[in-house]
């Protein structure tokens, strides 16, 4: 997979609020000289939108920058972020603010969560997939949706083998593993590839047991990712039932990170994990 134009686009936007920042302007101003709205200055510093590379050069104008070098990086990030990345094609099957998500995790190093329902998208077989696309459907979604779906999902997948492949923490409820998704023979499978996938050098697998009792991501699921740029800060992800929610404020990535250090050492470890995952295997082959 190439470099994601969602990664380009949200580091475009934190280099032109640095660079305003610097040049002691405020964004309303900025906006008001050239007629934009403030909202749309907003959208473009927070990447949420791709911005041309002329309005990139007319803010480098305002911002006083003649560094060359720099306003020819901008407008080419400028022209990059404005590409349609692989998923785009399927955008209409997803919820609110996942294709964001899914160009920020194509552009990640490291990719921490915490999983208190199902199997991640990273490491569901087809089958799990299609059992859980289609449950939490509800009988809404057409046979092609669900399709694309899993199609984007089991691309998703390339990242973990990729010649720099993205370095994967799970934690596992223990309700994860115990609930069986889509029949007996697909959890079986299931669980199958968890353990194969766990042997792979990248990849930390955990499980969280039941006997850990109240713990500090009682609230829900979440996940952390990392990138390889130190000028790409970090950002948590949020995922409901009908959107997605990104939050960057460095206070919330500080309580997520204690979060996920906490889990971290309150779940089994690697081996004890896949020792546990092993058993669970075993009673889903033999049961009738």
């Keep these: ?73 901008l407008s080419d990030m400028a022209r990059q972020s404005r590409l349609k990345g692989w998923w785009h094609r399927h955008r209409d099957t997803f919820k609110r603010g ?19 329902q199902v199997i991640p998208g990273l490491l569901q077989t087809e089958a799990y997939a299609r059992a859980v696309i289609d449950a939490t459907a509800m009988g809404h979604a057409s046979l092609d949706d669900v399709d694309k779906k899993i199609a984007v999902r089991m691309s998703r997948q390339e990242l973990l083998t990729r010649p720099n492949p993205l370095r994967l923490h799970v934690i596992l409820d223990e309700a994860v593993l115990r609930r069986v998704v889509g029949g007996t023979e697909t959890m079986a499978e299931q669980l199958g590839t968890l ?21 500090a991501a009682l609230d829900g699921e979440f996940s952390i990712l990392e990138f ?55 009673s889903e082959v033999s049961a009738p």
């Excluded at 994601?4 to 302007?25: I, N």
């Excluded at 353990?195 to 047991?209: C, E």
């Excluded at 950002?235 to 997520?256: A, F, H, M, Q, R």
């Design 1 to 73: 997979m190439s470099s994601s134009p969602t990664a380009r686009r949200r580091r475009l936007g934190h280099e032109l609020r640095r660079l305003r920042e610097a040049a002691q302007l405020k964004a309303e101003e900025v906006a008001g000289r050239l007629h934009w709205s403030a909202t749309k200055m907003s959208r473009i510093e927070t990447g949420q939108v791709s911005v041309h590379h002329g309005d990139v050069a007319d803010l480098l104008d305002i911002y006083g920058v003649s560094d060359e070098t720099l306003r020819t990086e």
């Design 98 to 116: 996942f294709d964001s998500y899914i160009g920020l995790e194509a552009e990640a190093s490291n990719l921490q969560t915490y999983q208190a």
């Design 195 to 215: 353990l194969a996938r766990g042997k792979m050098p990248n990849i930390t697998l955990q499980v969280l047991p039941f006997s850990v009792g109240a713990h």
């Design 228 to 282: 390889p740029d130190p000028k790409d800060s970090d950002l948590v992800y949020l995922e409901e039932n009908t959107s997605g929610l990104i939050l960057e404020e460095p206070g919330d990535l500080k309580c997520y990170a204690e979060m996920f250090a906490q889990l971290t050492s309150q779940a089994l470890d690697p081996d004890e994990s896949t020792s546990f995952i092993a058993s669970l295997t075993r």
